[in-house]
């Protein structure tokens, strides 16, 4: 609870923090249909020179071809949704508001959806669904402003904008072709990390990366968003922009993620909340907290959707079934953690 | 440091004029509190100076440009505003929250350097908060968080200090450790402006006050603006202000004592002018000439220059004057005798009474008109 008040237990927790994303993804890379010993891991890992001279030809292709990339995919998704899950909680200046219950998600979705229906390429994908992204947190927030910024005003019309977009999702179905478009939307909004490949990849985190890192940047000034208004003003801090540029990272690092794999719900809502529980509120330690907390999550929900049974689970009713209960707890339990 | 309003008005939209043609002047080392019933816009008259509301015509002028034409990095570093203390983000250490204060030296992409840590850390130690550096705002007391946020707002090094209420909510002990603090600060020539409910913290601490009395201000030195009849006018209050001696100074105080019927029957007619003479009567012997003899004890010998600068002032009504050290104890002993109006005299020693390590008391010659009539 108290992390930044020692600086041992600090230490501790940055070790933590870096260790853990690296265990993790070390674990997972053994796991999986077909499983390779931690001892035929670690020699794949080390041939990447020598391109897998004198190692088990298939194990050293599952490794770098199959497994690292995804790895690598789900880690940066996981940060990046956590991280837009983190801004926004603190934007807003409240614990329910996250890319799913702002309609960002859905925006972005519907985005992507309207780009597979019309067949466009990925970098084209990526920019109209980040541009819904941006028009459904705009239209949220015109339509929450007003005399009482209640905690729940912003919620609930983060919900109405979710589900205008999500039937914005259903006409692009009806209209899609039901012989090819269609299976492979429903598929696609489901989500999955199967897609990765390096070069997807590549265009594909540049959006999150960037976001990411400006937010890490930020991370002191951050910490003036949750002030009141006239505390604000009287630290002589251009607060539009900050908040402007908060929004567009985390709409980005959003509407990125969806575009590559799918609406994974929950994972913006439950790792902020886990890293504010053992952080408080201070943005220094929340961002890579949430970084690595949430890249390690999605690492492990997403072995378990691809090892847990034959075909492969999609990740989104994974990440549902672990955030819809987290969810009705915090909202039950309420004192839990308070901005 | 000079904030200068300059024939501003306000108002809310579609609404009736707040305050009209307000004008007055906050120097480096003024104190000037504002008073005024509850609903009378004092923290929009304090939002108003400050830019965060627009007048609808004058403007304020600090240091020779018009606030509204500052940017806001550069104003706030020369103002500090801190408002009240309910609403804050209580998540935050106190040494976060004082480096809240240095946002404008602290670059956008970067953090607290060490060096900005220490002088945070340094502030927190001025006001005797050092230990509480760690701990949570939420866990703070009321008079700990109004504290923490003085600290934070003079963690930009401010030129003049804008509270609003912070004196409010605090019991005894923590009220003067605020107001303490608020005159040391002053001592140092910082300009304090801030709003309070209570006129004798305004008596006690200022050497100016605004006082808003249904849309008409009235501004000047404490002593001529915090009066009985004033006090009626702008509150509906009856008030006594009386004097409490103590060894070292004569200590105003204000006494609420009852409502003031409003005018409806014959009744409150005939209280009010009786009201109406005795205020004639006060105002009378206000103005009229008195004898006094003021001494004065320094307990600082720095303090002579500061006491020397305010008698140099009062030179008209001036006609003697000794002073002499007494190095045994480090003292230094101030007799003057006056000649003039009460009401200079009241402000001349309401001067000297503001200043630490100053005990003051005024003499005044025997009411001789009083004197005849018992005869």
């Given amino acids: 609870m108290q992390v930044s008040r020692s600086p041992v237990r600090k230490t501790v927790y940055i070790l933590m923090l870096i260790l853990l994303p690296i265990l993790t993804m070390f674990v997972c890379l053994c796991i999986g249909r077909y499983f390779i010993s931690v001892k035929d891991v670690f020699e794949c890992l080390l041939s990447r020179a020598n391109d897998g001279e004198g190692v088990n030809r298939l194990a050293y292709i599952t490794v770098w071809n199959v497994r690292f990339p995804r790895l690598l995919l789900a880690f940066l998704v996981g940060a990046g949704l956590s991280c837009a899950g983190l801004i926004f909680q603190s934007l807003f200046q409240n614990p329910l508001a996250t890319p799913d219950t702002l309609g960002v998600a859905g925006g972005a979705s519907f985005g992507a959806v309207l780009s597979l229906l019309l067949g466009f390429s990925m970098i084209l994908m990526q920019l109209i669904s980040f541009a819904f992204g941006c028009i459904a947190v705009a239209l949220t927030m015109l339509a929450a402003k007003g005399k009482s910024r209640s905690l729940n005003t912003i919620v609930l019309s983060g919900i109405m904008m979710g589900s205008l977009f999500s039937a914005l999702v259903s006409l692009v179905k009806f209209s899609a072709d039901s012989e090819q478009q269609l299976p492979s939307i429903t598929y696609w909004l489901m989500g999955s990390l199967q897609s990765a490949t390096y070069t997807s990849l590549l265009i594909g985190l540049i959006p999150i990366l960037i976001s990411v890192t400006v937010l890490l940047l930020l991370r002191w000034r951050l910490n003036l968003l949750l002030l009141s208004e006239e505390e604000v003003i009287s630290t002589g801090t251009n607060i539009p922009t900050l908040r402007l540029t908060a929004i567009l990272c985390a709409t980005a690092a959003t509407a990125s993620s969806i575009s590559m794999c799918g609406q994974v719900g929950w994972v913006g809502l439950i790792v902020p909340h886990m890293c504010r529980m053992m952080f408080g509120n201070d943005h220094r330690y929340l961002l890579p907290a949430s970084i690595s907390l949430g890249g390690s999550f999605l690492i492990i929900v997403d072995t378990l959707a691809r090892s847990a049974t034959a075909a492969e689970i999609p990740i989104s009713i994974l990440t549902a079934i672990i955030g819809a209960p987290f969810f009705l707890f915090l909202m039950r339990k309420k004192g839990g953690w308070a901005i | ?375």
């Fill in chain 2, 1 to 375: 440091m000079k904030l200068l309003i300059d024939h501003a008005s306000f108002h809310y939209k579609n609404q009736k004029d707040l305050f009209t043609d307000v004008s007055f002047t906050i120097q480096s080392g003024d104190m000037v509190s504002i008073l005024g019933p509850n609903g009378s816009g004092k923290t929009t008259l304090l939002r108003a100076i400050l830019g965060i509301l627009p007048w609808a015509c004058g403007r304020s002028i600090l240091d020779d440009e018009n606030i509204s034409d500052l940017s806001a990095a550069k104003l706030w570093s020369k103002i500090s505003y801190v408002p009240q203390a309910h609403g804050t983000a209580g998540s935050y250490t106190v040494l976060d929250s004082v480096l809240f204060g240095m946002t404008t030296k602290i670059g956008v992409f970067s953090v607290p350097s060490k060096e900005q840590i220490e002088y945070a850390c340094s502030i927190l130690e001025d006001l005797h908060l050092l230990h509480l550096r760690d701990r949570r705002c939420s866990e703070l007391s009321g008079g700990e968080l109004q504290m923490t946020l003085i600290a934070r707002a003079l963690a930009s090094d401010p030129g003049l200090l804008v509270l609003d209420e912070p004196e409010s909510n605090l019991d005894f002990k923590n009220q003067i450790i605020v107001l303490d603090t608020l005159s040391r600060l002053c001592q140092k020539g910082v300009g304090v402006l801030f709003n309070t409910h209570y006129p004798e913290h305004a008596l006690r601490r200022s050497n100016l006050s605004l006082l808003l009395d249904h849309g008409r201000v009235l501004y000047g030195p404490t002593a001529e603006i915090i009066t009985e009849e004033n006090i009626a006018s702008a509150f509906g209050v009856k008030a006594i202000i009386g004097e409490v001696e103590t060894n070292t100074s004569q200590i105003k105080n204000v006494i609420p004592i009852s409502l003031i019927a409003k005018s409806t029957g014959s009744e409150g007619s005939s209280s009010e002018s009786s009201e109406k003479n005795e205020q004639e009567h006060t105002a009378l012997s206000a103005n009229s000439g008195m004898l006094a003899s003021i001494s004065i004890i320094l307990s600082n010998f720095e303090e002579s220059e500061k006491v020397n600068g305010i008698l140099h002032d009062f030179n008209d009504i001036l006609f003697g004057r000794m002073g002499m050290p007494y190095r045994k104890r480090n003292l230094y002993l101030i007799n003057i005798n006056l000649d003039g109006p009460v009401r200079r005299i009241e402000e001349l020693y309401h001067r000297l009474s503001l200043l630490p390590d100053v005990s003051v008391k005024v003499t005044y010659e025997k009411d001789t008109t009083e004197w005849e009539e018992q005869k």
